[in-house]
């Protein structure tokens, strides 16, 4: 099995279809929401007899939507028509990385970034504390932002997605400059 939450976005990355990824597994996970756009919803792809036993076991455990078939009709649009702008996204990522990185940041494996996700440490002379950036971050700049990654809670992470474009990478780099710089 392939827990495939951001399997569109690993294949984008590599500018292979998902099918080569996932060619040796019996069955893959995908999440609709995670980069494509979809307030919430789910694929699981198998043999017939595994999703029928799926089918099943979800039955047992209470599992269902009555209106699954207005979130069915998401998910298709989803896959239809954000896909290939996944790209998109990691472009923007890896501008975001490039700035950090720049300003005097530090990122993680000397700022490569692959898909649409951005691990950033804060520089030794900024003049927040760690804690203050996410809330002040938002407050004044309507930019929400991860922390507490990694030991010691010191990486922060940025993730871009179809509702981020490059005025929204401008104004969070001004927000996360000027609060720490």
Wanted: hydrophobic share 40%; proline share 4%.
């Amino acid at each position: 099995h392939i827990d495939g939450a951001r399997i569109f976005n690993a294949a984008a990355s590599q500018n292979i279809p998902p099918s080569v990824l996932c060619a040796g597994a019996d069955s893959v996970s995908i999440c609709l929401s995670k980069g494509l756009g979809t307030p919430m919803g789910s694929i699981l792809v198998g043999e017939t007899e595994f999703i029928r036993l799926a089918r099943r076991a979800r039955k047992r455990l209470g599992g269902g939507m009555r209106q699954a078939g207005v979130m069915a009709s998401m998910g298709m649009h989803a896959l239809s028509n954000h896909v290939d702008r996944l790209t998109n996204d990691h472009a923007r990522a890896k501008r975001l990385a490039k700035e950090l990185q720049n300003a005097g940041f530090w990122l993680p494996r000397g700022g490569k970034v692959d898909t649409n996700v951005v691990f950033f440490a804060l520089p030794e002379n900024c003049k927040l504390k760690k804690e203050e950036l996410p809330p002040l971050l938002y407050e004044k700049y309507g930019v929400k932002i991860g922390g507490g990654y990694s030991s010691g809670g010191r990486l922060f992470r940025l993730v871009t997605h179809m509702d981020v474009d490059d005025d929204g990478i401008s104004a969070t780099m001004e927000g996360i400059t000027s609060l720490c710089l």
